[in-house]
């Protein structure tokens, strides 16, 4: 009974763990996208 706790908690753990990584890379990727948008002549001078 109590194994049978604990793989429920770990599953959902991880289903939480996954949830928020993908939500953490959606954040990132959304604040890069803004970041090129409002200073895209500096951004090509960095890398030019």
Do not use: C, T
């Not at 954040?27 to 002549?41: D, H, I, M, R, T």
């Amino acid at each position: 009974m109590i194994q049978e706790f604990y793989l429920n908690f770990s599953h959902i753990v991880l289903k939480e763990l996954v949830m928020y990584a993908h939500r953490d890379v959606y954040l990132l990727k959304k604040s890069n996208v803004g970041f090129e948008a409002n200073y895209p002549s500096e951004n090509q001078s960095a890398y030019s």
